[in-house]
């Protein structure tokens, strides 16, 4: 039966044995092994290394024990790889999987982890148990954004990943509301660990083949624990831009690993800047562009990470005032545009300024020209035209992450 652990052996037992000569029997098994990655049979010793089932119950992953001298097993990240069209292509069409080892894991524990967070942020942690997770968004006493994170409640942690620009300040900014009586540690793990998300409708199949497949069909942000290698390997459902997809988080040292193994079982690689591409088209906010200070957390549409029932936590009165009294005075939209423009570019409607354009991409051949930006609310809907900069035409559409941030109804 192909799996995760078959299908990467191989190379992982390469790669632990750099420092000793290669046998040819070694040699030949190994490469008989690649040549039949995708079929059922595989070999008994190819599979000896890895060890699929989950660890010990009480174990999270930073509790793994981990050889410090371990050293990454390849490096992975690349700008891009020459693919960008057909990489974007394969998150509607196929699959796809990207290295975001940049962005922040944070590692929070303690016996008063949960309630720490659920006042901290904006989602309710008290209605979730171990397995789940959910978005949340860390903002301002006055609900303006400062980011994104996804949370993965664990046994005896939740694990929070956050943007690159905004991990060191986010730990500094909890660290500082940790009173002394309160029991909770913060820890970077960014360095500990390594994450890649896996997107596309093909990414089931992907997780199937691998015998990971008791995750398909679960809610977003349910996680489960593996071990490779005896290295900690987490998957959760649910990718950065999407509900839709996985994200690998594991231990640096089988990384070069998993990654092969994912693009043996058929995605497709994707680099950073194409990444960049995705985000924007997709819709995804990023702070620095459209999480600042300038934007609050219902303006930027980020309605499925803000609980609006539990109790008092930091921006929990402005976010009640704005829903109350309708006080939502711009949103954001994804931009179809005639031709390049500069991102801060004011956006207008009949000379009128309505608006700013925040993240802009080329795009791809299909695609073309596009961007994100804020516009009052009653200023325009879907489909009208707006001017972006001096004579950029641009056209409003919705984009599939704000499309997946659902108001609720009105009572």
Same mark, same amino acid.
């Given at each position: 039966?192909?799996?995760?652990?078959?299908?990467?052996?191989?190379?992982?037992?390469?790669?632990?044995?750099?420092?000793?000569?290669?046998?040819?029997?070694?040699?030949?098994?190994?490469?008989?092994?690649?040549?039949?990655?995708?079929?059922?049979?595989?070999?008994?010793?190819?599979?000896?290394?890895?060890?699929?089932?989950?660890?010990?119950?009480?174990?999270?992953?930073?509790?793994?024990?981990?050889?410090?001298?371990?050293?990454?097993?390849?490096?992975?990240?690349?700008?891009?790889?020459?693919?960008?069209?057909?990489?974007?292509?394969?998150?509607?069409?196929? /699959?796809? !999987? #990207?290295?975001?080892?940049?962005? &922040?894991? %944070?590692?929070?524990?303690?016996?008063?982890? $949960?309630? *720490?967070?659920?006042?901290?942020?904006?989602?309710?942690?008290?209605?979730?148990?171990?397995?789940?997770?959910?978005?949340?968004?860390?903002?301002?006493?006055?609900?303006?954004?400062?980011?994104?994170?996804?949370?993965?409640?664990?046994?005896?942690?939740? /694990?929070? !990943? #956050?943007?690159?620009?905004?991990? &060191?300040? %986010?730990?500094?900014?909890?660290?500082?509301? $940790?009173? *002394?009586?309160?029991?909770?540690?913060?820890?970077?793990?960014?360095?500990?660990?390594?994450?890649?998300?896996?997107?596309?409708?093909?990414?089931?199949?992907?997780?199937?083949?691998?015998?990971?497949?008791?995750?398909?069909?679960?809610?977003?942000?349910?996680?489960?624990?593996?071990?490779?290698?005896?290295?900690?390997?987490?998957?959760?459902?649910?990718?950065?831009?999407?509900?839709?997809?996985?994200?690998?988080?594991?231990?640096?040292?089988?990384?070069?690993?998993?990654?092969?193994?994912?693009?043996?079982?058929?995605?497709?690689?994707?680099?950073?800047?194409?990444?960049?591409?995705?985000?924007?088209?997709?819709?995804?906010?990023?702070?620095?562009?459209?999480?600042?200070?300038?934007?609050?957390?219902?303006?930027?549409?980020?309605?499925?990470?803000?609980?609006?029932?539990?109790?008092?936590?930091?921006?929990?009165?402005?976010?009640?005032?704005?829903?109350?009294?309708?006080?939502?005075?711009?949103?954001?939209?994804?931009?179809?545009?005639?031709?390049?423009?500069?991102?801060?570019?004011?956006?207008?409607?009949?000379?009128?300024?309505?608006?700013?354009?925040?993240?802009?991409?080329?795009?791809?051949?299909?695609?073309?020209?596009?961007?994100?930006?804020?516009?009052?609310?009653?200023?325009?809907?879907?489909?009208?035209?707006?001017?972006?900069?001096?004579?950029?035409?641009?056209?409003?559409?919705?984009?599939?992450?704000?499309?997946?941030?659902?108001?609720?109804?009105?009572?």
């Amino acid at each position: 039966m192909s799996s995760l652990f078959a299908a990467i052996s191989c190379t992982y037992t390469l790669q632990r044995s750099l420092h000793a000569p290669l046998s040819r029997t070694l040699r030949k098994d190994a490469f008989w092994c690649h040549q039949k990655r995708n079929k059922k049979r595989l070999s008994v010793a190819c599979a000896l290394p890895f060890d699929i089932s989950p660890p010990p119950i009480d174990l999270d992953p930073l509790e793994t024990i981990i050889d410090p001298e371990a050293e990454a097993s390849g490096e992975v990240t690349a700008d891009t790889y020459g693919n960008d069209d057909e990489a974007v292509d394969a998150v509607d069409n196929g /699959v796809a !999987v #990207v290295d975001l080892s940049n962005y &922040g894991r %944070i590692r929070v524990s303690g016996e008063d982890r $949960i309630q *720490f967070l659920h006042n901290q942020t904006t989602a309710n942690f008290e209605c979730l148990d171990e397995g789940q997770g959910c978005d949340t968004v860390f903002v301002t006493p006055t609900a303006r954004t400062i980011d994104i994170s996804h949370a993965w409640v664990m046994k005896n942690a939740i /694990v929070l !990943v #956050v943007s690159p620009m905004t991990c &060191g300040s %986010i730990i500094e900014m909890l660290k500082k509301y $940790i009173f *002394f009586a309160d029991k909770v540690e913060i820890q970077d793990i960014t360095e500990q660990t390594s994450m890649f998300a896996l997107l596309g409708p093909k990414s089931n199949k992907i997780m199937e083949d691998l015998n990971l497949g008791d995750l398909v069909g679960q809610p977003y942000g349910s996680h489960k624990h593996y071990s490779v290698g005896g290295m900690p390997l987490t998957v959760a459902v649910g990718s950065i831009t999407s509900v839709e997809g996985f994200t690998f988080m594991m231990s640096p040292a089988v990384a070069g690993s998993v990654w092969k193994a994912l693009l043996g079982q058929g995605a497709i690689s994707m680099g950073s800047s194409t990444w960049e591409t995705l985000r924007i088209l997709r819709g995804r906010p990023t702070p620095g562009k459209e999480l600042t200070d300038e934007f609050n957390v219902l303006e930027a549409g980020l309605w499925r990470a803000v609980s609006l029932n539990k109790g008092c936590y930091k921006g929990q009165e402005t976010i009640s005032r704005l829903v109350t009294y309708d006080g939502i005075k711009q949103r954001l939209w994804g931009i179809r545009l005639s031709s390049p423009v500069g991102p801060c570019s004011i956006i207008t409607i009949d000379g009128k300024k309505v608006g700013k354009l925040t993240s802009f991409t080329a795009g791809t051949k299909s695609s073309g020209p596009f961007g994100l930006g804020y516009i009052k609310r009653r200023a325009a809907s879907e489909s009208d035209s707006v001017t972006v900069g001096d004579s950029v035409i641009g056209t409003l559409v919705e984009v599939p992450f704000l499309r997946e941030q659902l108001p609720p109804p009105k009572p």
